[in-house]
């Protein structure tokens, strides 16, 4: 069983940065893409970002220019990152990331990540 671990979510002002990771735990499986999404209160889950295997990145448009999608991979361990700046009150939701493997889709937990204006 693939397992996720999300960190870094947190309170921030207006126009601040946070950066949010995920460590996906050891496996056999040759990983396809990550990404990240995230669901407001009331709202339907939404994309933010993906990336590849090979590196091509995704954003919703809402995020173009402020966030950055990464990966890194140490030792069969994946980790995913999401660089969060110039954040909007309306940025404010769980955010959740993915890892995309050959039939199988695998979740993180959630982070909370709030922006007051």
């Known amino acids: 069983q693939v397992q996720l671990q999300e960190s870094g979510g947190g309170l921030v002002q207006a126009g601040g940065s946070l950066r949010l990771s995920c460590a996906v735990s050891?496996?056999?499986?040759?990983?396809?893409?990550m990404g990240w999404y995230r669901q407001a209160p009331g709202k339907q889950r939404e994309l933010v970002a993906t990336i590849t295997s090979a590196g091509v990145t995704n954003y919703a448009d809402s995020v173009k220019g402020r966030f950055t999608i990464s990966s890194s991979k140490d030792n069969a361990k994946n980790t995913g990152y999401l660089q969060m700046n110039s954040l909007k009150p309306e940025d404010t939701a769980v955010y959740y990331c993915n890892a995309q493997f050959i039939g199988r889709v695998y979740w993180g937990q959630g982070a909370q990540v709030t922006v007051s204006s």
């Open positions: 050891r496996t056999i499986f040759s990983l396809n893409a």
